[in-house]
C-alpha cells in the first residue's frame, strides 16, 4: 500500500484508510454484515484501547477476535473465564526449574495481539483484576519481575448479561478501562443464509491472509497521536464530561479517562477517514459506545429504565458544537 506523510513531511507507513478498509474488508469475509463492529473494534485498537462485548452466546465474537489476528498478521490468545479460575491462568506464573536452580517464568494467554477474554463476569473479581495492568499499562508484574507485553495489544472482552446465574459484575474501575463497549448482534437474514450455505464452516478463517502486518498496526497507532485536535474541540470534550457530571440522571459522570478515551478514538478515526485533524462529527459518532458502559445512573433513573446511551445523546444534544475552522 502506498505511503503518506503527515502535514510536516513525516512517513507514516501505509495509507491508513486504505488499511483501515482493507482490515475490514478481510474480516467481512468471516463475519457477514457486521462492518460497523468490525470498524469499532479496529478503531478501538489503533487508539490503544479495549472492547468489552455483551451479547447472547453465538453470534461470531470469537471468529471476530481469530479475523482481525489474522489479517494483521498477530497472535491470538484466548481465556475462557470460570468461576474457579487464578489470576495466573491469565497473566503467567513463574515456575522453578531444578536443572539451572532457576524460577523460570511461563506466559499465560494474555501475552498475545488479539486477546479474547471470554465471559469474562463469570470469574472473581481477584482474577477479573489480572487483566488491569495488561490493559492499562501494557505489561504484567509476576513474582517481582514485569514483563512487556508486544503491540499491538487489544483485549476483546465478552461478558453475560447481568441476570445471568454465576455472573459477577464488572467494577466501575474494569469497565472504566474498556475504550468502547459494543454488541455484536444477530445476523441478518442475509448473512445467516450465506452461513448456513457454508455449513458454519471454519474454511473461510482458516483461508484467510494477512492484509497488513503488526508493525503496520504499530505505525498507524503512532500516527493517531499526532492526529490535531483544535483547541475549540479539546473545550468540546471539556463541556461534555462537565455536563455529564452535573447532570441529573447520572449519579456517576465522565471520568478524565473517558474524556482522554473519547479525544483518542475521536482521532483514530480521523486518521482512518484520510484527515489527519478531528472534525466534532468524529466525537459525536463514537461518543454513545466510548461512553455509555463509564456512566452509572442515578437510582430514580434506573428505577425507570432510563437507558445510559440514551443520556448520552441527550448531552450531544445540550452541549453546543463549536465552530472550530478546518486547520489549514
Do not use: C, W
Not at 492484509?211 to 497521536?225: F, H, N
Not at 444534544?317 to 489549514?328: L, Q
Amino acid at each position: 500500500m502506498t505511503e503518506t506523510t503527515d502535514r510536516q513531511g513525516r512517513a507514516t507507513g501505509v495509507d491508513p484508510a486504505a488499511g483501515f478498509r482493507a482490515v475490514v474488508d478481510n474480516v467481512g469475509r468471516v463475519i457477514h454484515g457486521k462492518d460497523h463492529v468490525t470498524e469499532l473494534v479496529l478503531l478501538a485498537l489503533l487508539a490503544g484501547g479495549h472492547v468489552l462485548v455483551e451479547d447472547v452466546p453465538g453470534v461470531g465474537k470469537t471468529s471476530l477476535a481469530k479475523a482481525l489476528a489474522a489479517s494483521i498478521d498477530g497472535t491470538f490468545g484466548r481465556i475462557q473465564f470460570t468461576p474457579d479460575m487464578l489470576p495466573s491462568d491469565v497473566v503467567g506464573v513463574s515456575i522453578y526449574d531444578r536443572s539451572t536452580g532457576r524460577f523460570e517464568f511461563r506466559p499465560g494467554p494474555v501475552f498475545a495481539n488479539i486477546v479474547l477474554a471470554d465471559e469474562i463476569n463469570r470469574a472473581s473479581p481477584k482474577t477479573q483484576s489480572a487483566l488491569l495492568e495488561s490493559m492499562a499499562e501494557g505489561q504484567v508484574t509476576v513474582a517481582g519481575e514485569t514483563y512487556p507485553l508486544e503491540p499491538p495489544f487489544l483485549v476483546l472482552a465478552t461478558q453475560n448479561p447481568a441476570e445471568h446465574e454465576g455472573a459477577y459484575p464488572l467494577p466501575d474501575s474494569q469497565l472504566d478501562r474498556f475504550l468502547l463497549r459494543v454488541s455484536v448482534g444477530y445476523p441478518s437474514g442475509e448473512a445467516e443464509a450465506r452461513m448456513l450455505d457454508s455449513d458454519g464452516s471454519d474454511e473461510a478463517l482458516a483461508s484467510l491472509r494477512p492484509v497488513l502486518s503488526a508493525a503496520d498496526v504499530v505505525t498507524m497507532a503512532a500516527a493517531v497521536r499526532r492526529v490535531h485536535v483544535a483547541d475549540p474541540l479539546r473545550g468540546y470534550l471539556v463541556d461534555l464530561a462537565a455536563a455529564s457530571r452535573g447532570h441529573a440522571r447520572l449519579a456517576l459522570g465522565m471520568s478524565p479517562r473517558a474524556t482522554l478515551s473519547l479525544q483518542r478514538v475521536a482521532q483514530a478515526r480521523a486518521l482512518v477517514s484520510g484527515r489527519d485533524y478531528v472534525v466534532p462529527d468524529d466525537i459525536k459518532a463514537l461518543a454513545p459506545p466510548t461512553l455509555a458502559h463509564r456512566l452509572q445512573l442515578a437510582s430514580d433513573a434506573a428505577i425507570s429504565g432510563t437507558s445510559r446511551t440514551r443520556v448520552v445523546h441527550e448531552l450531544l444534544e445540550r452541549v453546543p458544537v463549536p465552530n472550530a475552522r478546518t486547520p489549514g
